[in-house]
């Protein structure tokens, strides 16, 4: 699950998903620490084949049942809860058990103590930006990142090395995307690339999709749409082969971005109601947990209805909303 080999596992757990979310349910009523093990083994498929909304409800049990666990079992189960609650639109619930995990983790300087700890710190650094606290995110992710050098990558077991890595990539672009939020467009650039350099470096396509859709983003705000349209369909692609629809959504409203500021009208409409279709019929997903999503609400819509007006509209957006998503993505790879 965490190199190379990816997608063929994928559809080997998907292929035994009903007896994967059985055997998960089992656990958190009757081994807490066997279900935090099958967690941490497996959210790249819960995350990347669309179904983190499965596991809402598990978080609680998660952390109610963890706290005769050893300090490192115990921070492990709430980080994993709290990652669920991250995917599942939850980011106040999300930061308590974060925030709760840390002291655990601190307790040991083993290595995956201190880059566990380094995660927690850029997510919570992720969800204070979020809210407006860019200082105290900056100080955060700036811990993490001091961690994870401390720790380097010289010796570390394979799954060390992964989660190690991955943080790295987190770290990045959460930084990333403060700079861009603060107008520095090079510093954002920079961080998204090393982000993305982490990412493949692993062949980790969580870390890859919210690096490339970031620097797609970055390209859009310094105006060069051909880059973020490299950018943007590259990562479709990677969403695509994954099988996970419901990142693919999010590019396409991203790929509709563009299409609206090189006034092609049509060509976002389509994309949009076929981003709209998938999301209905897939739920939200994780990616929205990590990258700020396009512009696809009612006032974007309005604007795109004015320009092409009402017929033509209603044309483009069933157009959008009846075709299946391997041709809305199709579709959305073709030059626009």
Same mark, same amino acid.
């Given at each position: ?9 994928? $559809? ?15 656990? !958190? $009523? $009757? ?70 995990? &840390? ?78 939020? /603060? ?15 982490? @990412?493949?470096?692993?062949? $980790?396509? !969580? ?27 590259? @990562? &479709? ?24 500021? /090189? ?18 019929? =897939? ?18 819509? #309005? !604007?795109?209805?004015?320009? &092409? ?10 157009? @959008?909303?009846? !075709?299946?998503? =391997?041709? #809305? ?6 030059? @626009?």
């Amino acid at each position: 699950m965490q190199g190379r080999g990816q997608l063929g596992w994928l $559809d080997r757990l998907e292929a035994e998903h009903d007896n994967l979310w059985a055997a998960m349910s089992w656990l !958190v $009523d $009757d081994d807490i620490e066997s279900a935090e093990r099958l967690f941490w083994v497996t959210w790249r498929f819960w995350w990347l084949h669309g179904h983190p909304a499965e596991l809402a409800g598990f978080e609680e049990k998660f952390a109610a049942g963890s706290e005769h666990l050893p300090p490192h079992q115990h921070a492990l189960t709430l980080t994993g809860a709290g990652f669920m609650l991250l995917a599942n639109e939850d980011q106040a619930g999300a930061q308590m058990l974060f925030e709760q995990s &840390l002291p655990l983790y601190r307790q040991s300087r083993d290595s995956l103590n201190v880059i566990m700890t380094a995660t927690v710190l850029g997510v919570l650094g992720r969800i204070g930006a979020l809210r407006g606290h860019e200082a105290e995110a900056v100080e955060q992710l700036e811990q993490s990142q001091a961690l994870l050098a401390e720790v380097g990558d010289g010796g570390l077991a394979a799954d060390e090395r992964a989660q190690r890595m991955l943080t790295v990539a987190l770290v990045h672009n959460f930084l990333g995307q403060i700079r861009l939020n /603060q107008g520095d467009l090079d510093s954002a650039t920079q961080h998204f690339r090393e982000g993305l350099s982490a @990412g493949r470096r692993m062949s $980790d396509r !969580v870390s890859i999709l919210i690096s490339l859709y970031n620097l797609a983003m970055s390209s859009q705000a310094e105006g060069e749409l051909t880059g973020a349209s490299g950018f943007l369909k590259e @990562g &479709l692609s990677v969403a695509a082969e994954a099988g996970d629809e419901t990142s693919v959504v999010y590019y396409l409203e991203s790929v509709a971005a563009v299409a609206r500021q /090189q006034d092609n009208s049509r060509r976002a409409v389509r994309l949009l109601a076929a981003a709209a279709a998938m999301l209905q019929a =897939r739920g939200s997903g994780w990616l929205h947990a990590y990258v700020p999503r396009a512009a696809h609400d009612d006032g974007v819509l #309005a !604007v795109l209805r004015s320009r &092409l007006g009402d017929t033509a509209f209603a044309e483009a957006w069933a157009w @959008g909303s009846s !075709v299946s998503g =391997r041709d #809305a993505v199709d579709y959305a790879l073709e030059t @626009g």
